[in-house]
């Protein structure tokens, strides 16, 4: 995952210590869309490898997951129904997933995977 995704260059230097294998790594990301915090969209990686099979290299299938949640904080405003909020948390998504997470995290990882 690290290899692919990359890491933040504060962790960057910890990958080159010395005989030092990454385990795991699952980076996770949750921003606000709005001014007032309320509408937030979180995108993960997350892998369910332990050290044994970092270890003997034999990685079962279905070890990764990409997840990407939009959410709404406290209560809907007056001008604003329920259909209509759940129908923007769907756009803000699929905007996270076609302009993003598709390029830059899905065909990274699928690359990787098919060369294993």
Known sequence: MAEVLG???SMEPLIGMP???VINYEPSLTMAIDPDCRLQLRISVETRTNAYQVRMGD???E????????RQYGSLGPDKT????VDRLRQVC???ID???????LQPLARAISLH
């Open 63 to 70: 070890q990764l997951s990409v997840f990407v949640t939009a």
């Open 19 to 21: 005989g030092a294998t």
């Open 99 to 105: 302009g993003h997470v598709i390029e830059h995290i």
């Open 7 to 9: 890491v933040s260059p």
């Open 59 to 61: 990685y079962p299938e």
């Open 94 to 96: 699929h905007e996270a």
């Open 82 to 85: 329920f259909v209509e909020t």
